[in-house]
């Protein structure tokens, strides 16, 4: 552990608030040609349009364990984790060898690779990967820190070797110390803006500097910049707290200086590159369950919402997967299907190759876990879209789409009997013989559930269709 003569993390007050259809056969994005058809061959139905709701308005959350198992590929998810693990600060890294926690690392990059376009993402998430990926298992203990308050010329910064063996701790406080000085108050607007750069510089590639940082009171200092008119500034300060919410220990603090609504703030007013760093730190930030309901109640999800359908590839990424985490309160679904989210997440799915797929359709079978979610993805062309991915997809995205399908039937035999009329069942039977394990299953179960549609009350095409099913 690293200490500051008279530091501490700042604990919230007591009582402190949290924050303040398209008709005919037109082609549509989600809807198959095969729904066209079947529309001109049955005019007295409308195969695509939503049928009437079945009453249910239970909230199953239990779907949503099942998408979670299928997430692991979201390197998000597992940042505090590595940050964890692998900075030499920690009693855990000295504990484990260095070869354990360079495979643990190295498979974590491996996994954001499959999910990551590094080339858009400008956020310092990608960097901090690669340089744990390499980070060794532990170091030596830091020794009494050198007077603080002597005098460094910042710049030095710009080409100093910030790796552990050029840069000890004690060499990197006193650049910490002034650093935080310069973003008093008091100090000129170019300065604050430049000791934030170099805040964000320092926390990118350590996890015993950011513990640093986080205890020399440079958080609550960052905070007020996050609503600065200055672009630049907004976006070093955005991403120096990305940064130093890695470490774990600064996620209580970063939360405490009241940073979650500023960073909503500027979710909303940001450059393009402050917007995905916003929802990658409000991502970190919501590790701590309890905040998950604050972001909502912030007002996050609307900004998320317009970053899934204008954001670059990779803010669409950041927003998909901070939705998904978001969307774990049953309030934020609520909030997530009045922003609109539902229409841009049925687009997504059918961006094929972007890696933006798989996750919206993890996000929309989340949101179809409540009544007002599964209602409005039949509005949007869900269904056609999910099934044309079972159709079409490679099998992971197959294995995706077959639990957001379930997702949407299990308590709906309307959404059943237009699942039917879609033509799932010949790519469910196919993907019931020749899918991975899990998909085997989910399209066996939902298979289950389209049988028992011919013993209710539906439409022809659905009564026909259910007596073919395999038994």
Known sequence: MVSLAGSQIPSPSPGQSPCAA???????????????????????????????????????????????NLTDSVIDFHLSELAATAGPAHPAAVA????????????????????????????????????????????????????????????????????????????????????????????APDVRRAAAARIRL????????????????????????????????????????????????????????????????????????????????????????????????CGAIPPLVALLSAGSTRGKKDALTTLYRLCSARRNKERAVSAGAIVPLVHLIGERGSGTCEKAMVVLGSLAGIAEGREAVVEAGGIPALVEAIEDGPAKEKEFAVVALLQLCSESPNNRALLVREGAIPPLVALSQSGSARAKHKAETLLGYLREQRQGVGCRAGSVAATSLPR
Do not use: W
Not at 125 to 136: D, N, P, Q, V
Not at 210 to 234: F, K
């Open 22 to 68: 398209a008709a005919g056969p037109q082609r549509r994005p989600g809807r198959s040609m095969r729904t066209i058809r079947s529309a001109l061959l049955q005019p007295d139905s409308a195969p695509g349009s939503p049928a009437p709701r079945d009453g249910h308005g239970n909230d199953d959350d239990s779907g949503d364990s099942d998408i979670e």
């Open 96 to 187: 484990k060898s260095s070869s354990a926690i360079n495979a643990a690392a190295t498979e974590l990059l491996e996994l954001s690779r499959d999910f990551s376009d590094y080339s858009s993402f400008n956020s310092d998430i990608s960097g901090e990967l690669e340089r744990l990926a390499m980070a060794a298992a532990g170091g030596a203990p830091r020794s009494d820190a050198p007077d603080a308050a002597a005098a460094v010329d910042l710049n030095d910064l710009e080409s100093m070797d910030l790796s552990p063996d050029a840069a000890p701790l004690e060499r990197v406080e006193p650049f910490v110390l002034s650093c935080v000085q310069a973003l008093g108050t008091d100090a």
């Open 202 to 297: 320092l926390a990118k590639h350590r996890s015993d500097i950011r513990e640093l940082i986080g205890v020399s009171g440079a958080i609550p200092a960052l905070v007020p910049l996050l609503r600065s008119t200055d672009p630049v500034a907004q976006e070093n300060a955005v991403t120096a707290l990305l940064n130093l919410s890695l470490e774990e220990r600064n996620r209580s603090a970063i939360t405490a200086a009241g940073a979650i609504k500023p960073l909503v703030y500027a979710l909303r007013t940001g450059t393009a590159a402050a917007k995905q760093n916003a929802a990658c730190a409000l991502l970190s930030l919501s590790g701590i369950e309890e905040n998950r309901a604050t972001i909502g109640a």
